[in-house]
Nanobody, 130 residues
Framework: QVQLVESGGGSVQAGGSLRLSCAAS????????MGWFRQAPGKDRVFVSS??????STDYADSVKGRFTISRDNATVYLQMNSLKPEDTAFYYC?????????????????????????WGQGTQVTVSS
């Protein structure tokens, strides 16, 4: 049974940092892409960052580029968030999608679409105060 468990959320002041973790278990994720998304109250779930587990290639939303860094280690995916802004406040989710289903040129862009993901964690709240 696949499980994704996020942790590391919390409350910080603007300019601060947090590191989110997503612990993955239940299968081998070597062919998977992992994505971080966030959702504010009343808003859609939006793409933040993704990583191809086998190649290590990464992608970022323009709003977080240069401030957030995604990485993976063993069975955990991390999102290092620096220079946090109040507009980063949201519930953060990690998701997993099997990239073996896609052609190589599709693998990065497809991870921006929350609809394709097979698995999701329960999320963790990030609150940034001004």
């Amino acid at each position: 049974q696949v499980q994704l468990v996020e942790s590391g959320g919390g409350s910080v002041q603007a300019g601060g940092s947090l590191r989110l973790s997503c612990a993955a278990s239940g299968r081998t994720f070597s062919t998977y892409g992992m994505g971080w998304f966030r959702q504010a109250p009343g808003k859609d779930r939006v793409f933040v960052s993704s990583i191809n587990w086998s190649s290590g290639s990464t992608d970022y939303a323009d709003s977080v580029k240069g401030r957030f860094t995604i990485s993976r280690d063993n069975a955990t995916v991390y999102l290092q968030m620096n220079s946090l802004k109040p507009e980063d406040t949201a519930f953060y989710y990690c998701g997993a999608e099997d990239l073996a289903l896609y052609r190589p040129y599709e693998r990065t862009p497809v991870l921006r679409n929350p609809q394709v993901y097979d698995y999701w964690g329960q999320g963790t709240q990030v609150t940034v105060s001004s």
